[in-house]
């Protein structure tokens, strides 16, 4: 607009005109075509049909009406809906690793799971002490749209199962790993206070030494 505004002040001016060349007005002055900065156009092609703008959507070819007055909301809601996008499990996202010892830059490609996000958000809401009433925060349901709108966010209750079934994984493998160690166990017990709900626990902890001389530590309860 600054830039517009430059322009028209310029040739609003009073010139003095020749015989010959008439004084320029700003009528005269074609407007530049601006550039579309949302990366939201990375999924459309911009085109004119009878004097009408429209978005052409890549994946379904979906033809919608691009208007400045909108903006991009449309566009984001269909992306959302597009069956065609949404559904193409190669869908993929270029991963840029820069090798340390020889300076270059590899790429790789990730493709989004839904399981093993719902396994890292049980992850963290164990390791950090997150009440599972998290999920339903609104912040939270943003910030995690924004990062990938893909992700279908899960109630309490299958957090708590996800949680659950992390502990009976974790249970298994250490009930393995002290039937296969030879050494003798040392057991110890410890108070500690949740952070989220100010109440006290007892924990039992396992120490022993693996195969690979290798001091480990496991919590029975």
């Not at 991009?72 to 069956?83: E, G, I, M, V």
């Not at 820069?98 to 839904?114: C, H, I, W």
């Not at 912040?139 to 996800?162: H, V, Y």
């Amino acid at each position: 607009m600054s830039e517009l505004a430059d322009s028209e002040s310029v040739f609003s001016q009073p010139t003095t005109p020749t015989d010959s060349t008439p004084a320029p007005t700003s009528t005269q002055l074609s407007p530049r075509k601006r550039r579309l900065a949302s990366v939201v156009w990375n999924d459309f092609e911009k085109k004119t049909i009878d004097g009408q703008d429209y978005a052409i959507c890549h994946h379904c070819s979906a033809k919608l009406k691009a208007s400045s007055k909108n903006g991009t909301k449309s566009l984001h809601d269909h992306l959302r809906r597009c069956k065609s996008r949404n559904m193409d499990v190669r869908q993929q996202v270029l991963q840029a690793n820069q090798k340390k010892s020889e300076g270059q830059v590899e790429y790789r490609t990730f493709v989004f799971d839904q399981d093993i996000a719902r396994q890292e958000l049980a992850t963290m809401i164990i390791l950090h002490e997150y009440p599972l009433s998290m999920v339903d925060h609104f912040g939270f349901r943003r910030f995690i749209n924004s990062l990938q709108p893909l992700f279908k966010m899960i109630s309490r209750n299958t957090l708590k199962n996800d949680i659950l079934k992390i502990f009976d994984c974790e249970k298994s493998k250490t009930c393995k790993l002290l039937e296969k160690i030879e050494s003798r166990i040392a057991i110890t017990s410890d108070k500690w206070t949740s952070n989220q709900t100010k109440k006290g626990f007892m924990a039992v902890t396992a120490h022993f030494i693996d195969e690979s001389w290798i001091l480990q530590s496991r919590i029975l309860r």
